[in-house]
């Protein structure tokens, strides 16, 4: 693994059902983030980590849910996904969420719900 | 509340020079990014800046004007690989970054 990596790549799923996004990083980053990205608006933080244990909203965070356990992985759970939740999803990691530091980012799931 | 502001679109022609500008409204101020994005891809970092004035890297610069709430990226010698969206984005007060919608750069030959 190299960077930071996501699953899966992209998803069709019923509107009601439950979808965990993955992301998993290498870099030893204690920041990672989650957007989600959709046509003709800028990229919109849902939820964020600054270390292990911690998490925090965003600007969007309603219909999704973070966890930490660890330093490395920061999974994305929709609990009941619904189709203005279509969109496409970075994950994305920096060294300490401060200022100055560079966000790395995944490539991406594209999430359609129907 | 916070704003970022970005043209939508933007052509220009293989070996000429393009700029694109940026204006900002945010809580806060904590320096601002210029990423890359192509079509399918994720964003990839391009520039910082947190002091007034010209970054130089490469065949990119970056301009910022705190007391304006502007910036641009300059971008020279264009090439048809440099096609791609280019997003602003500014870190607030909280260190969360506020991006801007991306400006499509579309090369011609």
């Known amino acids: 693994i190299a960077g930071i990596t996501q699953a899966p790549t992209s998803q069709i799923l019923a509107a009601g059902r439950r979808m965990t996004l993955r992301c998993t990083q290498d870099?030893?980053?204690?920041?990672m983030y989650w957007y989600r990205q959709d046509l003709g608006l800028g990229l919109r933080l849902i939820h964020y980590s600054n270390t292990a244990g911690t998490t925090g909203k965003g600007e969007v965070p309603d219909g999704y849910s973070v966890s930490r356990a660890n330093t490395d992985d920061f999974p994305l759970t929709l609990a009941s996904a619904v189709p203005s939740q279509t969109s496409v999803y970075f994950c994305a990691s920096s060294e300490n969420g401060g200022a100055e530091e560079t966000q790395y980012f995944g490539p991406g799931t594209r999430l359609l719900v129907l | 509340g916070q704003n970022i502001d970005q043209p939508t679109e933007m052509t220009a022609t293989e070996g000429a020079i393009v700029q694109i500008n940026c204006t900002y409204q945010?809580?806060?101020?904590?320096?601002l990014f210029w990423y890359q994005q192509h079509a399918g891809e994720a964003p990839t970092f391009l520039s910082y800046?947190?002091l007034d004035g010209l970054e130089e890297k490469g065949r990119f610069s970056s301009f910022l004007s705190r007391s304006k709430g502007y910036s641009y990226l300059l971008l020279k010698e264009l090439q048809m690989k440099d096609s791609a969206s280019y997003l602003c984005a500014v870190m607030d007060s909280n260190y969360q970054l506020i991006w801007g919608a991306g400006t499509k750069l579309i090369i011609k030959p």
């Open positions: 800046n947190v």
């Open positions: 870099m030893r980053h204690n920041a």
């Open positions: 945010t809580s806060g101020f904590n320096g």
